[in-house]
C-alpha cells in the first residue's frame, strides 16, 4: 500500500504539487488526470525519488520513500518502475541492453558494467520483450524502432525489474492511436495478470475512464476528485481541464482508440 | 575603425611594439631564414641533401621519440579526463562540490604551461621523455577534461533519467546512459588533442624532456643553420601527416554520428 501525506513540491514560489494525501491499495490501476502543469509529472517523480517532495512524506508500506538514501533508494527505484512519456531509452543502445538495464540494480556492478548477463538475466528480457511481442527487435538500435515499440521496450525493461508498482508517465502522449490502445492493454494486462499496482498520468479522459479503476483528478496542484471512473461526472471534468476541457471530452467519438475487438497485435493481451 | 586603430596604436606603445623597430631589423629574420637554407659550405641545402640530413638517422629516432610522447601522454590524459568528465558535468555529477573541485583542478592542469610541468618533472625525474610525458599528459588532462565535460552537459538527459529510475547505480547510467551519446566526441576531441600534442612535445624538448626538441634547440643555439632547417622540415611534415590522418578519422566518425 502506497500512502502519501499531504506532500508539497515547490519551484521557486509556484507550488507544483500543493499538499496532496492519497492512499493507493496495491493491485489497483489508478489514474491520474488533469490539466498540463496540473503536476501528475511532478506527483509521479517524487514517488519514484526522480525529484524530491519539499515537505510531506511518501510511505510504502513500513518504508519511509522520502527519507530513503543511497542504496536504500536504489532499492525502491527497483520496486518502483517508471515509464516515460518520451521512453526514455539509449537510443544508440541495443534494445536487449536497454531492457537488461531492468536488473541493473540486482546485478553485481562488474557484470552490469561489462554487460555480462548472465542466461537467466537475458531469459528474463527476453521473455518479457516477447511478451510484448517484440521478441525479434531484441538486437536492433533501439532509435531505429517507433514509438510504440520504443515504448514497448520501456515497460519490458520496467518488467525486468519484476517491480511492485509501475508508475507510467502519460505513457501514450507520443503515440498513435494504435499504438496507445497497444500500450494501455499491456498496462491492464500487467495489473491484473501480475497483480502489479500500475498509477498512470493520463491526459485523455476517455482512455482513463476506458481502463482504470480509479481515477484521481489534479488541478493546480491539488487533488480535487477521487473516485471510480463512473463518479467523473462531464461536470466535474469541465472542472478539472477548465479550458481545456473541449479537448478531452468528446462525448459521441473516442478518437484515439480502434474499435472493440480489432487485432491488437500483441501476444501478452490475448493470454 | 579609427577607435580600433587607435587602440592598437595605443597598445603597441604600451607593450614597446615598435613598427620602426620592426622594419628596421626584419631584414635580420629574412636574413636568419636564409642562412638556414644554406650549408657551411654556402650552397643551397638541397643541392647536397645527403649533407643536409647527415644526422638522418638520429633525427628520425629522436622525432619517433616526440611521437611516441605525445601519443602516451595523450592516451594517459585523456583516460583520466574520461573518469572526471563526469565528476565535473554539472548536470550528471554525484556531488556539486565534487564538479567544483574537479574543475579547477582541470582548470590547474590547463593553466600552468607545459614547459612550466616538462620543468619541474626534469628536475624530478632528470633528462629524458618521462618528464615530457608526464607533463603533456597532464595538460592534456586538464584541456580535455574541460571539453570532455562540455560534452557530457550537452548530452540529453531522457535516457540517463530512464537508466536512473531503475534502481540502477551512479556508474551504470553514466556507462549506459551518458556514454553512448559522447563516445564519438570523445574520439574526435583526443585526435584533435593528439595533434596538438605532437607539436607541444616537439618544443618540450627545450627543457631537455625528451624528444627531437633537444637537438632542435642546440642546433639554434650553436647556429647549425642547416640543421635547423632539417629538423624543422622533418617536424612539419610529421605534424602535417599526422594532421591529415588523424582529421580524416575524425571526419569519419562525425559522418557516422550523423549520418545513422
Known amino acids: 500500500m502506497l500512502r502519501l501525506d499531504s506532500v508539497i513540491k515547490s519551484f521557486g514560489a509556484k507550488r507544483a504539487v500543493d499538499g496532496i494525501s492519497l492512499v493507493v491499495p496495491s493491485g489497483q490501476l489508478v489514474g491520474v488526470i488533469g490539466q498540463s502543469g496540473s503536476g501528475k509529472s511532478t506527483l509521479l517523480r517524487m514517488i519514484n525519488r526522480l525529484s524530491d517532495p519539499t515537505s510531506g512524506s511518501i510511505h510504502y508500506g513500513d518504508v519511509d520513500v522520502t527519507a530513503l538514501k543511497g542504496r536504500d533508494l536504489r532499492a525502491w527505484r527497483a520496486r518502483c518502475a517508471m515509464i516515460f512519456q518520451q521512453f526514455n531509452l539509449s537510443g544508440r543502445l541495443d534494445v536487449l541492453t536497454n531492457v537488461m538495464m531492468g536488473r541493473a540494480f540486482h546485478a553485481p556492478l562488474s557484470r552490469s558494467l561489462f554487460k555480462l548477463w548472465n542466461d537467466e538475466e537475458k531469459a528474463l528480457g527476453l521473455s518479457a520483450l516477447e511478451g510484448l511481442d517484440i521478441g525479434r527487435l531484441a538486437a536492433q538500435r533501439a532509435d531505429t524502432l517507433s514509438g510504440g515499440q520504443q515504448q514497448r521496450v520501456a515497460i519490458a525493461r520496467a518488467l525486468v525489474q519484476e517491480p511492485e508498482i509501475i508508475l507510467a508517465d502519460e505513457p501514450i502522449a507520443s503515440l498513435d492511436p494504435r499504438n496507445t490502445q497497444v500500450v494501455m492493454d499491456a498496462l491492464q494486462h500487467i495489473n491484473r495478470h501480475m497483480g502489479i499496482t500500475v498509477i498512470c498520468n493520463l491526459h485523455s479522459l476517455d482512455l482513463a475512464r476506458k481502463y482504470c479503476d480509479r481515477l484521481v483528478g489534479l488541478a493546480g496542484g491539488r487533488l480535487v476528485f477521487d473516485g471510480v471512473p463512473a463518479e467523473l461526472t462531464d461536470r466535474v471534468a469541465r472542472d478539472l481541464y477548465g479550458l481545456e476541457s473541449g479537448e478531452v471530452l468528446s462525448p459521441e467519438t473516442q478518437p484515439g482508440l480502434l474499435p472493440v475487438g480489432a487485432e491488437t497485435g500483441l501476444a501478452l493481451a490475448n493470454h | ?260
Not at chain 2, 45 to 74: C, H, K, N, Q, S
Not at chain 2, 125 to 150: D, N, T, W, Y
Not at chain 2, 206 to 230: H, N, P, Q, T, W
Request: glycine letters at 10%; charged letters at 15%; a neutral charge.
Open chain 2, 1 to 260: 575603425m579609427a577607435v580600433v586603430l587607435a587602440a592598437a596604436a595605443l597598445s603597441c606603445v604600451a607593450a614597446e611594439v615598435s613598427p620602426s623597430l620592426f622594419f628596421a631589423k626584419i631584414g635580420n629574420f629574412t636574413g636568419y631564414i636564409g642562412r638556414l637554407f644554406h650549408l657551411d659550405s654556402g650552397a643551397l641545402v638541397v643541392t647536397d641533401p645527403v649533407e643536409w640530413y647527415w644526422g638522418l638517422a638520429r633525427w628520425a629516432r629522436l622525432l619517433g621519440e616526440t611521437i611516441v610522447m605525445a601519443y602516451v601522454g595523450t592516451a594517459l590524459g585523456a583516460i583520466g579526463a574520461f573518469f572526471l568528465a563526469f565528476l565535473a558535468a554539472a548536470n550528471v555529477t554525484p556531488a556539486r562540490w565534487l564538479s567544483f573541485t574537479v574543475r579547477r583542478f582541470c582548470e590547474f592542469c590547463r593553466t600552468v604551461p607545459g614547459l612550466v610541468f616538462a620543468l619541474m618533472f626534469v628536475i624530478a625525474f632528470g633528462l629524458g621523455p618521462m618528464a615530457g610525458v608526464l607533463a603533456i599528459a597532464i595538460h592534456s588532462l586538464g584541456a580535455l577534461g574541460k571539453l570532455f565535460a562540455e560534452v557530457v552537459e550537452n548530452i540529453d538527459m531522457k535516457p540517463v533519467e530512464g537508466v536512473q529510475a531503475t534502481g540502477a547505480p551512479w556508474h551504470v547510467s553514466m556507462r549506459f546512459g551518458a556514454l553512448p551519446q559522447v563516445m564519438s566526441n570523445f574520439v574526435s576531441y583526443v585526435l584533435l588533442r593528439f595533434e596538438v600534442n605532437v607539436r607541444e612535445s616537439a618544443v618540450l624538448g627545450f627543457v631537455g624532456a625528451g624528444g627531437i626538441g633537444m637537438d632542435l634547440f642546440e642546433a639554434i643555439r650553436k647556429f647549425y643553420y642547416s640543421d635547423v632547417s632539417a629538423i624543422l622540415v622533418m617536424i612539419v611534415v610529421t605534424v602535417a601527416v599526422i594532421d591529415i590522418f588523424t582529421g580524416k578519422i575524425r571526419h569519419r566518425l562525425i559522418g557516422l554520428v550523423e549520418g545513422r
